[in-house]
């Protein structure tokens, strides 16, 4: 699993997928995935312009149980946008928060 910041957006690559989580709007994100290289340049049906204004993306190690008795540490990756968040762990599981309150876990 690799996290890159790119441009005020959590880009992270996962079992040959490249997803992109970037704040769109207000208290939004928008989400793509690709099993390509790249994305493209193109927005496809949205018609308002991403708005990045104040979002945070970190890319921090955190505690991780093990299972054998013993810890280790793992990545996570976050990015805020007003009032929601989203958090991508180790295992590519996206967590979406509004308010500090999962709204949903794929």
């Not at 390509?36 to 955190?62: I, M, S, Y």
């Not at 989203?86 to 590519?92: D, K, W």
Request: glycine share 10%.
């Amino acid at each position: 699993m690799k996290f890159v910041n790119e441009n005020s957006a959590l880009v992270f690559t996962h079992m040959g997928e490249m997803v992109r989580i970037e704040p769109w709007g207000p208290d939004a994100f928008r989400v793509r995935a690709t099993m390509q290289g790249a994305f493209t340049g193109n927005d496809w049906a949205l018609t308002e312009p991403a708005c990045r204004d104040g979002a945070q993306v970190e890319v921090k190690e955190v505690d991780h149980w093990v299972g054998d008795g013993s810890w280790d540490t793992r990545e996570l990756a976050t990015i805020e946008n007003g009032r929601m968040r989203a958090e991508v762990n180790h295992a590519g599981v996206i967590s979406f928060y509004r308010d500090g309150e999962v709204v949903l876990r794929e």
